[in-house]
């Protein structure tokens, strides 16, 4: 025998090994009661963008770094919105004066200065009455005419008009401002101190954090750049809620339910990872072409989801597993939380904290 085809014999011995060795089935340990289905890691990711359209200052993460919630990503210029922030304020405490004016009255020598006016209203009636009485008493004799009498009623009455003002004025400044100023004047004021809070929540806005733990998947903005709301900054692939996307066929349907606890194995590593189904869909569908399965006939199959314990984040976004599903036992679910569709937050049956499976 040459030595090209040991060689060649050697290179097939090798690669039959390989192959056995992440393709055998000993490697599932699958039960007779065991249900096997295939599918991929599945990840939520996050579309992050600014709420406010300005300039990038400072950018302080990249592809593939690991973020915590609330951690600062990035942060806008601060000028324009500090600004407006500062005039709101100035405003509020203009407002907050006129109100406490309002609210105190006049100040005291102002009322004294109404009651002296008062009083000068009053000396000047009396002695615009003094002259009419005495006019009117030299009138028929002819010392007086007709017009000077006139005159000397006019000027009484025109004193005692002044002297009703005098006293109103008064009652005024005794009696204080108007409640409707104030309160409009109070309103007022409470219309400034919201848009102060509304600049402050905007002047908060300028930094981006993240909103819950993961990794940035993608950078799209760079430092510089115009920022908007239609615009995403970053891609954050969330860590937690983790999950294997397989489909349970048809006739397994009634052997698989909810809460049934399930190990998913990767060719990647050695050990399996602790999982549970958390979710079973309602709606039969056909095979997807994606879906590597032993048996590529077309069939009806239902959407699975199974929740998977990886505290290291070894698993990533699209490797293909495999999930032995244990029809035996059941795991506790939290019966508060929920598994549809569609659901933003933590949802039943996510991975507690906690190791993988050894």
Request: charged residues 25%; proline residues 4%.
């Amino acid at each position: 025998m040459s030595k090209r085809k040991l060689l060649l014999i050697i290179l097939i011995v090798c690669v039959a090994l390989i192959f056995w060795w992440y393709f055998a089935p000993s490697r599932l340990s699958v039960d007779a009661d065991d249900v096997v289905l295939y599918g991929q890691i599945d990840l939520r990711t996050v579309q992050l963008t600014f709420s406010e359209q300005e300039y990038i200052e400072e950018m302080f993460v990249d592809e593939g770094d690991v973020v915590q919630s609330g951690q600062v990503l990035a942060v806008l210029k601060k000028d324009r919105l500090t600004a407006q922030l500062n005039e709101a304020v100035a405003r509020v405490n203009a407002q907050q004066e006129v109100v406490q004016r309002l609210t105190t009255g006049l100040r005291p020598q102002e009322v004294l200065q109404a009651r002296a006016r008062v009083r000068a209203a009053q000396v000047r009636l009396e002695n615009a009455t003094k002259l009419a009485r005495r006019v009117q008493t030299t009138t028929p004799s002819g010392a007086s005419t007709k017009q000077n009498l006139d005159d000397a009623l006019a000027d009484v009455a025109l004193a005692k008009a002044e002297l009703d003002v005098e006293q109103n004025s008064l009652s005024l400044a005794e009696e204080g401002y108007r409640k409707e100023d104030i309160a409009e004047a109070k309103a007022t004021l409470d219309s400034l101190k919201a848009s102060v809070e509304l600049l402050q929540v905007r002047v908060g806005e300028l930094e981006l954090t993240a909103p819950v733990d993961g990794i940035i998947q993608n950078r799209i903005a760079e430092l510089g750049e115009l920022a908007s709301p239609a615009r995403a900054a970053f891609t954050l692939a969330m860590t937690e809620p983790k999950w294997v996307r397989a489909y349970l066929p048809e006739p397994e349907l009634g052997r698989v339910g909810e809460g049934m606890t399930a190990s998913v194995y990767s060719d990647s590593f050695a050990e399996p990872f602790e999982g549970w189904v958390g979710f079973i869909s309602p709606q039969a569908e056909f095979t997807p072409k994606r879906v590597e399965t032993t048996d590529l006939r077309t069939q009806l199959v239902y959407e699975v989801r199974v929740w998977v314990d990886d505290p290291e984040n070894l698993l990533k976004l699209g490797m293909p597993v495999t999930v032995s599903v244990d029809t035996k036992v059941n795991k506790t679910i939290n019966s508060d939380l929920d598994v549809s569709e569609g659901t933003t937050g933590q949802l039943e049956g996510t991975p507690e904290k906690g190791g993988r499976s050894q």
